[in-house]
Nanobody
């Protein structure tokens, strides 16, 4: 089992950057596939990116490809989401998610058992 805690959200201007962190509890963090999602008011939870256990495999949604970068540090039990060139439409609550082992369809929220509480990101125009 793993507990996830996101941090790093806040207010940014359009064109700016933020870096989110997701700290995981437990001793087997490296066994987990990690994903980032977001949810805006009135919208469904949206897949952003996934990273494999060793950081080699990544897969991005088209909406963030080229602007967001995921990385992980297994020694620190942490996954990061560097967000650049932010847009007002990036405003949402951002969640990290974890699943032990491989994930069949990483875009689906149901593929992940563990979720953080979320961190708010607001981008002003």
């Amino acid at each position: 089992q793993v507990t996830l805690v996101e941090s790093g959200g806040g207010l940014a201007q359009a064109g700016g950057s933020l870096r989110l962190s997701c700290a995981a509890s437990g001793r087997t963090f490296s066994a987990y596939t990690m994903g980032w999602f977001r949810q805006a008011p009135g919208k469904e939870r949206e897949f952003l990116v996934v990273i494999g256990w060793n950081g080699v495999y990544t897969y991005y949604a088209d909406s963030v490809k080229g602007r967001f970068t995921i990385s992980r540090d297994n020694a620190k039990n942490t996954v990061y989401l560097q967000m650049n060139s932010l847009k007002p439409e990036d405003t949402a609550i951002y969640y990290c998610a974890a699943e032990r082992g491989a994930v069949g369809v990483p875009e689906k929220p149901d593929a992940y058992h563990y979720w953080g509480q979320g961190t708010q990101v607001t981008v002003s125009s």
